[in-house]
């Protein structure tokens, strides 16, 4: 089944209960968490993720782009993530491998990010334990950019490598997912599909979010 994560870093970020209620008929909420050192833009942190717990029950998707994340893992989770996403390209593997203890040991479910530099193997050490990968389909730091095709190669090895090694856990793609390019990530293989301004930035969210869970056949 393809689930749908509207990213609220589109959101008002002052009306954000209001914004998180229009995204109800998405299955996940996706939360941005950028430091300013990992990428070159700050947005929310852990306060921010606590609050938005207290006002909804749908799913906490939190993709932390964010240095060091061994330092920070504990926090997302007991502020209330349902998922957090480490990036590969934060720390060294001891200390990924050190994150993703944590948040197991946490309850909270576990993923690994690429950057688009990053080969779809580098997953594989950690694969057999992750519920779910995340494929960067933009250079991560801002919403709105173009979606980047050759992605397509990395989402179809990373669907292989799943299948072979943990087929239940979930592809997730992020950037640049529009109705045109949802059809074409979720062909290469992906089934959690991540839209920030193609959400947000539509006339009427439901009908965004619907189009993106049935993108048009042409
Ligand atoms: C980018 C973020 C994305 C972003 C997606 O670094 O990780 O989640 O909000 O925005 P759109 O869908 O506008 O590319
Ligand atoms: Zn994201």
């Known amino acids: 089944m393809i689930k749908i994560a509207p990213s609220i870093l ?7 209960e209001r914004d998180i209620h229009r995204i109800r008929s998405a299955d996940w909420v996706h939360v941005d968490v950028m ?10 942190g852990v306060p921010v993720v606590k609050s938005i717990r207290n006002h909804t029950d749908m799913f906490l998707d939190v ?3 964010i240095d060091k994340p061994v330092r920070y893992v504990k926090a997302f989770a007991q502020a209330g993530a349902d998922l957090l996403s ?10 990924i491998a050190e994150a993703l203890k944590i948040m197991e040991d946490c309850g909270v479910k576990k993923a690994v990010a690429l950057r688009p530099i990053t080969a779809a193997e580098a997953v594989l050490p950690y694969l ?15 919403g709105g950019q173009a979606f980047l095709e050759r992605q397509l190669d990395t989402i179809r090895r990373v669907r292989q490598l799943i299948d072979e090694v ?26 959690v599909l991540v839209a920030g ?17 049935q993108p048009p056949e042409n």
């Not at 589109?10 to 954000?16: E, K, Q, R, T, V």
């Not at 301004?197 to 869970?213: K, N, T």
């Open 63 to 65: 993709h932390l782009m």
């Open 86 to 95: 480490i990036h590969l390209e934060a720390d060294h593997p001891t200390r």
């Open 35 to 44: 430091d300013g050192c990992f990428v070159p833009n700050i947005t929310i």
């Open 197 to 213: 301004s193609s959400v947000y930035g539509a006339p009427d969210i439901e009908l965004a979010i619907a189009s993106l869970r």
């Open 10 to 16: 589109s959101a008002d970020f002052c009306n954000l």
């Open 128 to 142: 057999e334990k992750l519920d779910m990968v995340l494929v960067m389909t933009v250079e991560p730091g801002f």
């Open 166 to 191: 943990n087929p239940a856990c979930e592809l997730e793609v992020d950037g640049g997912i529009n109705p045109v390019t949802a059809r074409q990530v979720v062909e290469a293989g992906a089934n």
